[in-house]
T-cell receptor, first 116, second 109 residues
Framework: GAVVSQHPSRVICKSGTSVKIECRSL??????MFWYRQFPKQSLMLMAT?????????EQGVEKDKFLINHASLTLSTLTVTSAHPEDSSFYIC????????????FGPGTRLTVL | AQRVTQPEKLLSVFKGAPVELKCNYS??????LFWYVQYSRQRLQLLLR??SRESIKGFTADLNKGETSFHLKKPFAQEEDSAMYYC???????????FGKGTKLTVNP
């Protein structure tokens, strides 16, 4: 089956620093990647939709300057949390879909971000 | 706006008992409905989708447009079914998933 990886799996950083999270589709080309945020014991909240070679589309209420998304190739999307603060601490999950009418999303294992 | 409601946060049954996880949606168009499952310490994965009309791991789900429901059922629950279950929908050809809040199923021995 299709595999999506995320790196790192865990990251701890100081307040004010920036953190980059990578999402890779390992065995398929992903025309679209999605970034979600999951708070403890809550559902996944879609943050943004990322298409290769174009600007990401952010959901309402998500600060695009805070959460920078780059989809540089058909197998890689990155999420950079800029000037991180403790309230940004969360579980970030990416997913990818091959597109072309096949809209199943394949999920990464997630990245636990802790901002001190 | 589209919404997915899973009324039960927690559901506990005994092994061998039937289980039903409820999901209701609100959407004016023709959505595509999904059930995703997340086992302990594992990633989210697709369990089934309504257009496939198939049974996976003994689970089935029927889309009821009149009641706007997509309940997940299994006649005989197994301990390995214990997991977090999320109902989700996509809208009219879009790839964006809207998730419910999830139901944690515990199957007791």
């Amino acid at each position: 089956g299709a595999v999506v990886s995320q790196h790192p799996s865990r990251v701890i950083c100081k307040s004010g620093t920036s953190v980059k999270i990578e999402c890779r589709s390992l065995d398929f080309q992903a025309t679209t990647m999605f970034w979600y945020r999951q708070f403890p014991k809550q559902s996944l909240m879609l943050m943004a939709t990322s298409n290769e070679g174009s600007k990401a589309t952010y959901e309402q209420g998500v600060e695009k300057d805070k959460f920078l998304i780059n989809h540089a190739s058909l197998t890689l999307s990155t999420l950079t949390v800029t000037s991180a603060h403790p309230e940004d601490s969360s579980f970030y999950i990416c997913s990818a879909t091959p597109g072309l009418g096949y809209n199943e999303q394949f999920f990464g294992p997630g990245t636990r971000l802790t901002v001190l | 706006a589209q919404r997915v409601t899973q009324p039960e946060k927690l559901l506990s049954v005994f092994k061998g008992a039937p289980v039903e996880l409820k999901c209701n949606y609100s959407y004016s168009g023709s959505p595509e409905l999904f059930w995703y499952v997340q086992y302990s310490r594992q990633r989210l994965q697709l369990l089934l989708r309504h257009i496939s009309r198939e049974s996976i791991k003994g689970f089935t789900a029927d889309l009821n447009k009149g009641e706007t429901s997509f309940h997940l059922k299994k006649p005989f629950a197994q301990e390995e079914d214990s997991a977090m279950y999320y109902c989700a929908l996509t809208q009219g050809g879009s790839e964006k998933l809207v998730f419910g809040k999830g139901t944690k199923l515990t199957v007791n021995p």
